[in-house]
């Protein structure tokens, strides 16, 4: 069983940045796992904001998240990054990473970021 762990939420101020991380829960991620991060705001559908290949690094954003979201991953560390620059109030949603191993896609529980006015 794969379990992404996020962490890194909290309350922050309109025009903050904010780094959540993404690890494999009593694990490692491996070779071929692809990171994924995605959000949703209250009321509303959950949203991607884009991915990363764990062994190659390569990262794809959803167009409408493509500027003020950085994804990378550190090997050393074992665990993904999704870096914010200039937070808004409606950035202000549940942050969810998922691994894709073996054509399975394993969700974590969510960080909850907060950004205030």
């Known amino acids: 069983q794969v379990q992404p762990a996020e962490s890194g939420g909290g309350v922050v101020q309109a025009g903050d940045s904010l780094t959540l991380s993404c690890s494999v829960s009593g694990g490692t991620f491996v070779g071929d796992d692809m990171v994924a991060w995605y959000r949703q705001a209250p009321g509303k559908e959950r949203e991607v904001i884009g991915t990363?290949?764990?062994?190659?690094?390569?990262?794809h954003y959803a167009d409408s998240m493509r500027g003020r979201f950085t994804i990378y991953r550190n090997y050393h560390e074992n665990r993904a990054w999704l870096h914010m620059n200039g937070l808004k109030p409606e950035d202000t949603a549940i942050y969810y990473c998922?691994?894709?191993?073996?054509?399975?896609?394993?969700w974590g529980k969510g960080a909850l970021v907060n950004v205030s006015s």
């Open positions: 998922n691994i894709q191993r073996d054509s399975v896609v394993y």
């Open positions: 990363i290949t764990w062994d190659a690094g390569s990262r």
